[in-house]
């Protein structure tokens, strides 16, 4: 396999700690191939000329990080605007938050070939590309129009609509358009990748060449389910750390008479957590014995503050825990603890562990990792049971989780109600199940289960192995004009 070029909307050094699971394992498959890392500095220029931004390298052992700063003007058309004000809620399905204001998306594609112009002098021929995310869809297309042959996957680390919803998206043919000049698309779930066939064969004639290729506008794409899963073993080592082994010794103390039920996100309108309190609520009005005993822990990070949206969300929620609190608390008890911050990684195995449910509920999701590090944090002695959304990826692997609605306040709550209740034995079974499946398909699996099919997509016809790289590969038909930038 030839030299891998990861490029994404953010990047992280992968010799740092805190980086995380998903940038450990694609530091790793860099670390081994040797690599370059690609993507926004996250640095803002206020006054900068929209569609330009200087570049930066730093080499981090094998692999060099490379990145380009924006223009204000360009940031908030593309990333607060089109990526977030856009792509993100109509892919989780929420057509009524979308704001499709026009000049969002000149914005978006101005960055796609900001970023295209940046890579390619950086590129050698027989470089692997993977593109990660809704930020950098029409990526491929911008690096072919500017004659790059190189292999090219994407993956889609949020949902993808059904097709009625994704044929809401004024752009919509021009995006799906997009996908078709990479070699490989990759979906976190079987339904999401059901949608983008659905969508391919009856919205724009594809043809299906076999199970997983697809031809169009001249181009066959290989599309597959490749679902995202964790670094188990950097997990469990968290676990064993001082400060996760501190953090659950303090919540045992604390609430030595409790039951905990915890849920971790990004404050996110898809994550469900309005649904989540109100459903602990009819949990508390249904089941009195768990007044006194039982408590909610959400943390919520702050996420996209300058979407209008994400601050609704968070009054929403701020008004719903008050009210709860308000209504069943007592002087010793306050039946949700809300914590609106980040809470450091090597704290969460410690949270996980001392909490008898986890509740990740969201109303749509990718995947969702915490659902996976919860399980993996478990006692297998004693562990928690999971209850979970049917609407994240996730469920279509964790199918001994307690699967629910989260639409469903009352089927929610009632599986809350089982989740404390059950059995040891009966955890213990659904917990073994569970973390065999989680450690077999971790993050690395993911990795190198995409690469390869990546390294074996050949597109018949259009090149071989050992081709001149620049080839006269008619360039991909460009997105829709763009309207003029906002000055
Ligand atoms: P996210 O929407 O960010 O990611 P998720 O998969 O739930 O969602 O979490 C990613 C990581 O963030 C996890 O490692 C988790 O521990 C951490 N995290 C979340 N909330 C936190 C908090 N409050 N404090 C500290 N850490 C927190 C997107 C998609 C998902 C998909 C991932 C990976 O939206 O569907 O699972 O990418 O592909």
Not at 128 to 137: F, M, R
Not at 188 to 214: C, I, M, P, W
Not at 293 to 320: M, N, W
Request: charged share 25%.
């Amino acid at each position: 396999m030839g030299r891998l070029v990861v490029v994404s909307n953010r990047i992280a050094d992968p010799r740092k700690p805190a980086a995380g699971g998903l940038a450990v394992a694609l530091g790793e498959a860099l670390q081994t191939t040797g690599g370059l890392w690609f993507g926004w500095s996250g640095r803002i220029v206020e006054d900068g000329a929209p569609g330009e931004g200087d570049l930066h390298t730093l080499q981090a052992g094998k692999v060099t990080l490379a990145t380009v700063d924006l223009s204000r003007e360009d940031y908030d058309a593309y990333y607060t605007g089109y990526s977030n004000g856009v792509l993100w809620p109509v892919f989780h399905y929420r057509l009524d938050l979308a704001d499709f204001e026009r000049n969002y998306i000149p914005g978006y594609r101005r960055v796609n070939q900001l970023f295209a112009r940046r890579l390619v002098p950086l590129l050698q021929p027989d470089d692997i590309i993977w593109v990660h995310d809704y930020h950098l869809i029409p990526l491929a297309a911008e690096l072919r129009s500017a004659g790059c042959a190189n292999r090219i996957g994407f993956f889609l680390h949020i949902p993808l609509p059904p097709p009625p919803i994704m044929a809401a998206l004024p752009q919509h043919e021009w995006l799906v358009r997009s996908l078709f000049a990479y070699d490989v698309v990759g979906f976190q779930s079987e339904t999401d990748l059901g949608h983008f066939t659905a969508y391919a064969q009856n919205e724009v004639s594809a043809k299906a060449v076999d199970r997983h290729r697809f031809s169009a506008f001249g181009r066959n794409v290989h599309a597959q389910a490749f679902p995202i899963g964790i670094d188990v073993a950097e997990f469990e080592r968290l676990g064993r750390s001082r400060e996760a082994r501190a953090s659950y010794a303090t919540m045992r103390e604390q609430y030595a008479q409790r039951r905990l039920l915890i849920g971790v996100d990004r404050l996110d309108y898809s994550k469900g957590i309005p649904q989540r309190i109100l459903a602990f609520r009819e949990l508390l009005s249904n089941y009195p014995e768990n007044r006194r005993s039982a408590t909610l822990i959400q943390i919520a990070s702050p996420s996209r503050e300058s979407v209008d949206a994400y601050s609704d969300i968070r009054r929403q929620l701020e008004r719903l825990c008050g009210a709860l609190n308000g209504d069943f608390g007592d002087l010793d008890w306050m039946p949700v603890r809300y914590i609106h911050r980040m809470v450091s990684r090597r704290r969460l195995p410690g949270l996980y562990r001392a909490a008898s449910v986890g509740v990740i509920t969201p109303l749509r999701d990718g995947m969702n990792l915490v659902a996976k590090e919860y399980v993996v944090s478990q006692a297998a002695s004693d562990p928690g049971v999971l209850v979970l959304s049917r609407f994240t990826g996730a469920a279509e692997q964790l199918e001994e989780a307690l699967l629910v609605n989260p639409y469903d306040l009352h089927g929610t709550a009632e599986a809350m109600q089982q989740a404390l209740t059950m059995p040891l034995a009966e955890r213990r079974d659904r917990h073994n199940a569970l973390l065999e499946r989680i450690r077999k398909y971790d993050v690395h699996y993911w990795c190198s289960s995409f690469l390869q099919a990546l390294d074996k997509s050949f597109p018949p016809g259009v090149r071989q192995r050992g081709q001149a790289r620049r080839t006269r590969r008619p360039a991909d038909p460009g997105p829709p004009a763009p309207a003029e930038p906002r000055r």
